[in-house]
């Protein structure tokens, strides 16, 4: 999966590659583990993590 935060494939990306989610593009990105993406994902769904 690799979906592009702007919607164009220039901009930053979340892609899984393996058992790790890549957040950002080039020396700015950040790897999560399965269970940090899954957490992150937890939070967002249950309202403790929400737009600004």
């Known amino acids: 999966m690799k979906v592009y935060i702007c919607n164009k494939s220039c901009c930053p990306a979340v892609e899984t590659v393996g058992d790790e989610v890549l957040i ?7 790897r999560l583990k399965k269970n940090e993406w899954n957490n992150l994902v937890q939070k967002i769904q249950s309202g403790e993590l929400h737009s600004i």
Do not use: F
């Not at 950002?24 to 950040?30: F, I, K, S």
């Open 24 to 30: 950002g593009e080039g020396a700015n990105t950040v």
